[in-house]
């Protein structure tokens, strides 16, 4: 059977460092039960890879453009990924 899973990289940029996103990010994805890994890079941007059922991370999508409290999103890019099956948590990495 095939998993219906979609896997997605999103690039964040705008004002999302030091505003608590990727904390925000992590949680919206925790409640949404999506697996991945949200992390900051040191152009100022933000990644995050977004797995779970395609309407759930298109919802995700969705709610990286509204973002945290303090942020202020100018755009979020997606490339598609390689569904691999994998679950799991969402984390936080460096």
Not at 23 to 47: I, Q
Not at 59 to 78: A, F, T, Y
């Amino acid at each position: 059977m095939n998993d219906p899973r979609k896997t997605v990289l999103a690039r964040i940029t705008g004002r999302v460092q030091g505003v608590s996103f990727r904390a925000w990010t992590r949680s919206a994805a925790m409640k949404l039960d999506l697996s991945g890994w949200v992390r900051n890079e040191t152009d100022g941007s933000v990644t995050a890879l977004l797995s779970g059922p395609p309407s759930t991370v298109d919802r995700m999508v969705e709610l990286l453009w509204q973002g945290s409290p303090h942020s202020s999103v100018n755009e979020v890019k997606i490339t598609q990924k390689e569904a691999d099956g994998a679950t799991g948590s969402f984390k936080i990495i460096q």
